[in-house]
């Protein structure tokens, strides 16, 4: 079983920055990616970036060149850097885990909320 739980939200003004982490517990060795998504008030959860064991990074168009999503695989962390947020960003982030290519990500965190005001 693998466990995450995020940290790192809040308020920000427009033009911020915000770094969340996400740490991962118990059968980490299993763990083949963790990924970011979020989900705004009526809208679907969607992805915001991905990172594999093996490095490669995968982001949603929304956020490229703003966000970066990094991994300490000594840590079991994963981090998304969120630079010149926007208001627009403002959702739940939640950080997920899958433990294989072909699996879904079915290990998922509680979700904090990152609110950005204009």
């Known amino acids: 079983q693998v466990h995450v739980v995020e940290s790192g939200g809040g308020l920000v003004q427009a033009g911020g920055s915000l770094r969340l982490s996400c740490a991962a517990s118990?059968?980490?060795?299993?763990?083949?990616?963790m990924g970011w998504f979020r989900q705004s008030p009526g809208k679907q959860r969607e992805l915001v970036a991905t990172?594999?064991?093996?490095?490669?990074?995968n982001y949603a168009g929304s956020v490229k060149d703003r966000f970066t999503i990094s991994r300490d695989n000594v840590k079991n962390t994963v981090y998304l850097q969120m630079n010149s947020l926007k208001p627009e960003d403002t959702a739940v982030y939640y950080c997920a885990a899958r433990v294989g290519s072909n699996r879904p990500y079915e290990y998922w965190g509680q979700g904090t909320q990152v609110s950005v005001s204009s």
């Open positions: 990172a594999s064991s093996g490095g490669s990074t």
């Open positions: 118990g059968t980490t060795f299993r763990i083949n990616a």
